[in-house]
Each structure stands twice: as structure tokens, then as C-alpha cells.
């Protein structure tokens, strides 16, 4: 075995003991980041391997979010028997399934538009996206349940809950497993999922067509690459990732509101692509780990750092600085390593190798 | 139908105001290829600093201030973050994410020093109305309407027949000749921000009185309707920011006018307007309404 392999061994196992000794917190800390890892690789599918700028993030995890959350919801609310948004009742299973692929459909819809408008002209255009999915998120009640959002009823596989009852005595190597815990496994199986089929995507054709749009169009369509047909289909599978991150956003935070997902929110998904160099899949995930644990941590010391204020006291307060931080992040890498993390690494691993492999 | 009216004329007034933000940024976009998303803290920075100095200096005072100010803001901007990555030959998106980076930056500061208060703009005018062919319209934005169509009229000029504007229309159309001629093109770039900012200071002040209620900590986020505006005018138009800004204030205000007519349609419907006009005229013309078509030669 390659020091390598023994390296990632040792990381997966790390992650899989996590839930035994980390508190509540960091769990649900860790989930938002998983949900965040999803969504980004299915964005730097699109901005980084296609070249397709797009702001409209945020609109597609809401749509897998609050899918998720009518088609599993409760039958008969508003005017039936409960005073609750409305839903459908399905399995948790096919709910997600389907919220999944709803979203991806939302993105395939948004392809007449997607498959005119060229390059800047669409990124912007989808920021509109967002703005008009607030005000249905906010106005359609009987479906969304308005500002103040709808539960996200638990996930179930099979008759195993992913909530605090069923099997409700749950405890591994004597720690109790409720549904945060239970979550954590359900959420690295999917980022796992996400990744590998995101990687696989790239190496073959499809992958190989989505490069060569994004570095020249018209000699991708010399080629016979479908130009449009590929870019849509770069948006809807993208959509769906987003989708998948919104299932699980709406599973890990156990409820949906529509301030969450507006335009900030798909800005950070941006950032998190860009942070950790645009078009790499690894890159995606830590910089989603990056950008959506580095607020909760600073809240989380923020006693303890300096130049940060303990919420709700003068000064800089935890959420700013974040903000601030991850800001310059972006700026930082822009200028001086436009490949962002992944592409340090790349270097790094180059230079370390060079004395072994250079031909004197 | 005195009703159709007063919007419509107030819809316009309101679009002169967005066309003058959406024009810096369309002046950005066409000098520098940078779709300026820290437009929107500029336009916030200017009304900010408007609402500050309007008492020491007066408003008229503190708005010409306060456009020097911006205008710096531009141009550093330009020279210490843009440039770097022009220099490298950085595609247009990675232009425009670090502008929306900028933004990010900015605006959290400014929403730090905005806090939870509403400033006034400080504009003399109050919440005064003067009544114009029969329809009320609050002086502010009469002011501002003719404030932002002399300033277009004064950019088209400058634009048309100055040395700079000929040094920048040719660094738009063609960079590496323009270069060859002897135009710089780092100060036509610098000089296209420092406008840009200078309007948007301008525009912020007045975009932020009456009927607005002030600076607030989303008047960054508001200020977003400037893209919009520009493409749906075509992002590299001047004329186009206008008739985008015209199109989009009258909407704006129409809706508003008419909720209660429109309310099966849900509350807050103005604000998503303008993006419900931009698909529509998106699907209709993909590079806006006089924006340049790409044309691809093999």
C-alpha cells in the first residue's frame, strides 16, 4: 500500500469515528458543509469544466428543499385537518428521488433561456432566477408555508429513521446515535456519490465535450459537439445537484425558510468553487467545508480570537468577519493562484516530485 | 386613468435614476470587459457618505464630495485589484467574480457602519410633491430625473466629440490598436472607473430619497437592479441603460401602483419585476435590446 492510500484510509476512518466524540454542534456544523460540498460540485461542473457563469444556485437547492419537504409532507393542511403547508405524503425515498430530479427539470426548464444567452448575458440573467424564487417561496403558502418556512419531515430507508425515534435506542460503542449522528453517515454516502459521479462525468465523453465548449466554442462545435444540447445539459445536471444539496439541507437544518436561500447564499457557492479552484471536484468540497464552517467557527470562538466580538456586543461581529475573511480569500486567489487550492496542491505535489523524477 | 399617469410619469423618473447607475456600469463594462457587480457598493458608498456630510456641507456639497470620493474608489479599485488580473489575460468571469468579491468586502462594511438605522439622504427637498400635467410628483425625483438626463446628455458629448471619449470608444472597439495609437489603455480604464464611480455616487443620493426612505443596509442589495437594467438595455450600450432604466422604473412603479389588482400574484411583486421584464426581453433578443451581437467568424 502507497503512503497515499494509508493516508486516505486514515481520513476516511477519521470521519467515519467523528460522530462518536464531537458534540451536537459540529455535527450539525459538518452537515451544512456536506450539503454545501454537493451543491458546489455540481456548480463547478457547470462555471468551471463548462465555463458557464451562473448565480442562480440558490434557487435549484430551494427547489430540492422545499420538493423534498412538499412531496414527503404531511397530506391535508391548510383548510384539511392540520394547520401546516401542504404535501403530498410519499415515501421519504421517492420524495427525495423526485425533488431531486424536479430540480434538475426546473434546470432543464430554464434552458430555452440558458441555450441563447452566451457567457456574461447568462450569468447575470440567472440572478433573476433567485430573486423571482424568493418571492414565490414567500408568497405561495399553501405550498411553502410562507416566511416562516415548513418542516422538513425525517428521512427514512427501509423503515430506518434518520431522526431521534425508530429504532428510538440507537447507541454505538456506547454513545447514543439520534438523528444529527444518523445524518452524518446518510450525508458522507452522498457526498462520496456526489463525487464519484461528478469525477466519472468528466473523464468520459460528456466531460471531454463540456472541456471544449468552455475553451472554444465554435471549435467544440467543429468537432460536433452539440453546443447547446451540452450546455443545457450541464445546467440540469447541475440543477439536480443542487437539488440533492437542498434534500439535505432541508434533512439536516429540519427546516426551510425562504431567507435562506437568497442571492448571498449562491454567492457563496461561488466563492466556494473559486476558493477551492474552479472545475476541481476535491477543490468544490473543501472549499464548501471552508466557507460554510469557517462563520460557525469563528461564532464558536468568538471569545477566544482576537478582533472578534461575541455576537450581539460592539465590534466585529463572528458572521462579518467571516465574510471578511472569505472575501479576501477570494480576492487573494484570484490574483495570485487563479487555480485556487487544488491547483496549489497540484504544484505543490510537482515540486516535491521534480528531484525523483528529473533525468540527470 | 390620472392614476396611469402619475406612475408612468413617476416610473420614469425612477428609471432616469437607474439608467444613471446602470450607465457606469455599462461604462465599466465597455472600457474594461468587467462586469462590475461592486457597482452596487459604490452607488450604497456614495448615498452613505451623501447622508453623512449633507449636514456640515449641504446636500449639493456633499454630493460633490462625496463623487470625488467614489470616484477614487473606482479607480483604486481598477489599479489595485482589475489590473493585476488584466494584465495576466483573466476571462471575463474571473473578472466578475472578483468584482463580486469586492462587493462582498464593501458592502459587509458598509451594512457594519449602516447598522440597523435608516439615514436620511438629506436631500432639501423632503417628501415635497409638485403637481405636473395634473399628476403629483415628489420633487426629489423630478430633480433627480432632470439631474440624471443632463448628465447623460453631458456624457454623450463627452463621449462623442472629447479626446477621452474618443480614447475610450477606441479602446473598447479594438484594445491592441487603440494601444498602437498611442492611447493608454491602464488610464482610459482607470479614467472609465473614476466616471463610473462619480455617477454612482450621483445616483446613489437621489436613489435614496424620496419616496426611499434612506441609506439602509439594503440599499447595496437594491442597488442590484442596475444589472437589470443594463442588460437588458445591452451591456455595452449607454443608450441602452437609459431605455432599460425607463422600461424597468415604469414597470416597477405600475406593479406597485396596481398590487391590489395584481394581488393573486403575490405581495412584493416589484421588486421581482425588473427580472420578469429582463427574461422577457432576453428571450426575445439574447444580447439585449441594443447591446452587440457576437457575431463568431471561423
Redesign the interface.
Known amino acids: 500500500m502507497s503512503k497515499r492510500t494509508v493516508l486516505w484510509i486514515a481520513f476516511v476512518v477519521l470521519l467515519l469515528w467523528i460522530p462518536l466524540y464531537a458534540e451536537g454542534f459540529w455535527l450539525q456544523t459538518g452537515l451544512f458543509a456536506m450539503s454545501a460540498a454537493i451543491g458546489a460540485i455540481g456548480l463547478t461542473l457547470l462555471?468551471g469544466s463548462t465555463?458557464q457563469?451562473s448565480l442562480a444556485t440558490a434557487f435549484f437547492v430551494a427547489i430540492g428543499a422545499y420538493g423534498y419537504c412538499f412531496l414527503a409532507g404531511e397530506k391535508g393542511g391548510f383548510g384539511g385537518a392540520i394547520s401546516a403547508p401542504d404535501g403530498l405524503g410519499w415515501p421519504p425515498l421517492l420524495a427525495a428521488i423526485a425533488a431531486v430530479a424536479l430540480a434538475g427539470l426546473a434546470g432543464a426548464a430554464f434552458s430555452?433561456?440558458a441555450g441563447?444567452?452566451?457567457?456574461?448575458?447568462l450569468?447575470?440573467?440567472s440572478?433573476?432566477?433567485v430573486?423571482?424564487g424568493?418571492?414565490?417561496l414567500?408568497?405561495?403558502q399553501a405550498v411553502t408555508g410562507g416566511f416562516n418556512g415548513r418542516d422538513a419531515p425525517a428521512f427514512d430507508l427501509f423503515g430506518f429513521h434518520f431522526a431521534d425515534d425508530h429504532p428510538s435506542d440507537l447507541v454505538v460503542f456506547g454513545v447514543p446515535y439520534g438523528q444529527l449522528e444518523r445524518l452524518w453517515y446518510l450525508g458522507l454516502l452522498l457526498v462520496a456519490l456526489s463525487m464519484w459521479y461528478a469525477r466519472n462525468l468528466l473523464r468520459q465523453r460528456p466531460g471531454r465535450a463540456l472541456e471544449a465548449i468552455r475553451d472554444s466554442?465554435?471549435a467544440a462545435a467543429?468537432m460536433g459537439v452539440s453546443v447547446p444540447g451540452y450546455r443545457a445539459a450541464a445546467f440540469t445536471v447541475s440543477s439536480a445537484y443542487a437539488g440533492l444539496a437542498g434534500v439535505f439541507l432541508a434533512l439536516s437544518f429540519g427546516r426551510v425558510v425562504p431567507e435562506s436561500f437568497g442571492?448571498l447564499y449562491s454567492?457563496d457557492f461561488?466563492?466556494m468553487i473559486?476558493i477551492g479552484g474552479l472545475g476541481s471536484i476535491g477543490g468544490a468540497v473543501v472549499g464548501a467545508v471552508i466557507v460554510s464552517a469557517l462563520p460557525q467557527v469563528l461564532l464558536h470562538y468568538a471569545d477566544r480570537l482576537p478582533l472578534v466580538a461575541p455576537p450581539g456586543g460592539g465590534g466585529?461581529?463572528p458572521g462579518?468577519a467571516a465574510?471578511?475573511l472569505?472575501?479576501?480569500a477570494?480576492?487573494v486567489v484570484?490574483?495570485f493562484a487563479?487555480d485556487g487550492l487544488a491547483g496549489l496542491r497540484r504544484r505543490v505535489r510537482l515540486r516535491n516530485r521534480k528531484p525523483e523524477g528529473s533525468i540527470a | 386613468m390620472s392614476q396611469f399617469f402619475e406612475l408612468l410619469l413617476s416610473g420614469m423618473m425612477l428609471g432616469c435614476i437607474y439608467g444613471l447607475i446602470a450607465m457606469g456600469f455599462v461604462i465599466v463594462f465597455k472600457a474594461t470587459n468587467v462586469?462590475n457587480f461592486a457597482h452596487a457598493s459604490i452607488v450604497m458608498l456614495g448615498a452613505f457618505l451623501v447622508a453623512k456630510w449633507h449636514g456640515s456641507l449641504g446636500f449639493v456639497g456633499a454630493i460633490a464630495i462625496s463623487a470625488v470620493v467614489c470616484a477614487a474608489a473606482g479607480a483604486l479599485l481598477d489599479l489595485v485589484?482589475i489590473r493585476?488580473?488584466r494584465r495576466?489575460g483573466?476571462?471575463?468571469?474571473?473578472l466578475?467574480?472578483?468584482t463580486?468579491?469586492?462587493n462582498?468586502?464593501l458592502g459587509?462594511?458598509l451594512?457594519?457602519m449602516v447598522g440597523n438605522d435608516l439615514l436620511p439622504s438629506g436631500a432639501p427637498w423632503g417628501a415635497k410633491t409638485t403637481s405636473l400635467l395634473g399628476a403629483d410628483i415628489p420633487q426629489a425625483r423630478l430633480v433627480a430625473a432632470i439631474v440624471a438626463i443632463a448628465l447623460m446628455g453631458v456624457f454623450f458629448l463627452a463621449f462623442t466629440r472629447s479626446d477621452w471619449g474618443v480614447a475610450m470608444r477606441s479602446a473598447a472597439s479594438d484594445p491592441e490598436a487603440a494601444a498602437l495609437m498611442g492611447i493608454r489603455l491602464s488610464r482610459v480604464a482607470a479614467g472609465a472607473w473614476a466616471v463610473a464611480g462619480a455617477l454612482a455616487a450621483i445616483a446613489g443620493a437621489f436613489f435614496v430619497s424620496f419616496p426611499a426612505g434612506g441609506v439602509s443596509n439594503a440599499t447595496g442589495?437594491l442597488a442590484?437592479s442596475a444589472?437589470?437594467v443594463a442588460?437588458l438595455g445591452g451591456?455595452d450600450s449607454t443608450a441602452g441603460a437609459l431605455v432599460g432604466g425607463l422600461l424597468i422604473g415604469v414597470a416597477q412603479q405600475l406593479t406597485a401602483g396596481y398590487q391590489d389588482n395584481l394581488a393573486f400574484?403575490?405581495?412584493?411583486?416589484s421588486?421581482?419585476v425588473?427580472?420578469?421584464v429582463?427574461?422577457v426581453v432576453?428571450?426575445w433578443r439574447?444580447?439585449?435590446l441594443f447591446g452587440t451581437r457576437?457575431v463568431?467568424r471561423?
Not at chain 1, 116 to 121: A, D, M, N, S
Open positions: 462555471v465555463g457563469l430555452p433561456i441563447r444567452l452566451k457567457g456574461i448575458y450569468g447575470l440573467a440572478i433573476g432566477l430573486f423571482i424568493q418571492h414565490i414567500q408568497n405561495a466554442e465554435i467543429v442571492f454567492i461561488l466563492v473559486v466585529l461581529q462579518d465574510r471578511f472569505y472575501g479576501a477570494v480576492v484570484l490574483i487563479s | 462586469v485589484f493585476p488580473l495576466r483573466a476571462g471575463i468571469d474571473a466578475a467574480i472578483i463580486i468579491a469586492l462582498i468586502l459587509t462594511q451594512i457594519r442589495l442590484l444589472i437589470p442588460v451591456l400574484l403575490g405581495r412584493g411583486l421588486n421581482v425588473p427580472y420578469i429582463l427574461f432576453l428571450l439574447p444580447s439585449g457576437e463568431t471561423v
